[in-house]
């Protein structure tokens, strides 16, 4: 019923600190907590679960492909999750959000669509096509 990446990782391996650029993709394992800003698109690597923590004062600009990811900063970009995302209250999101399940406090913004990706989509999804 679980699968390998249903748990949100719980440490923190890697830290883009206040005030640090970095300009360019970055991909990761285990857990990434940014503070400061990344001009690029961020993924995990391999099957094991991720988790993307972004801080009230972190800006992204770029393609988030993680399997939980926590917002309280800025995205500009889509977001793209297996498992769960967090959008804390001071969230900005300019893009779309995929996610399996998703929380969302209030004053936090989306300006693009929520998009579901569970299970049960999955199932409408393959009787339309079956009917067809």
Same mark, same amino acid.
């Given at each position: 019923?679980? %699968?390998?990446? +249903? @748990?949100? %990782?719980?440490?923190?391996? /890697?830290?883009?600190?206040?005030? /640090? /650029?970095?300009?360019? #993709?970055?991909?990761?394992?285990?857990?990434?907590? *940014? #503070?400061?800003?990344?001009? &690029?698109?961020?993924?995990?690597?391999?099957?094991?679960?991720?988790?993307?923590?972004?801080?009230?004062?972190?800006?992204?600009?770029?393609?988030?492909?993680?399997?939980?990811?926590?917002?309280?900063? /800025?995205?500009?970009?889509?977001?793209? +999750?297996?498992?769960? *995302?967090?959008?804390?209250?001071?969230?900005?999101? @300019? &893009? #779309?959000?995929?996610?399996?399940?998703?929380?969302?406090?209030?004053?936090?913004? *989306?300006?693009?669509?929520? *998009?579901?990706?569970?299970?049960?989509?999955?199932?409408?999804?393959? %009787?339309?096509?079956?009917?067809?």
């Amino acid at each position: 019923m679980f %699968k390998r990446n +249903s @748990t949100p %990782k719980s440490r923190i391996d /890697t830290l883009v600190g206040a005030g /640090t /650029t970095i300009t360019g #993709d970055v991909m990761f394992s285990g857990g990434l907590r *940014v #503070d400061g800003e990344i001009r &690029g698109n961020i993924r995990m690597v391999g099957e094991q679960g991720s988790t993307l923590v972004v801080s009230e004062h972190a800006r992204i600009e770029g393609e988030i492909v993680v399997s939980h990811v926590v917002i309280n900063g /800025t995205v500009l970009g889509p977001v793209v +999750s297996s498992g769960f *995302v967090e959008l804390q209250a001071k969230a900005r999101v @300019t &893009g #779309d959000v995929e996610y399996n399940s998703i929380e969302i406090h209030l004053g936090a913004l *989306v300006e693009g669509k929520l *998009v579901h990706t569970g299970q049960a989509a999955r199932s409408v999804e393959l %009787k339309l096509a079956s009917s067809n």
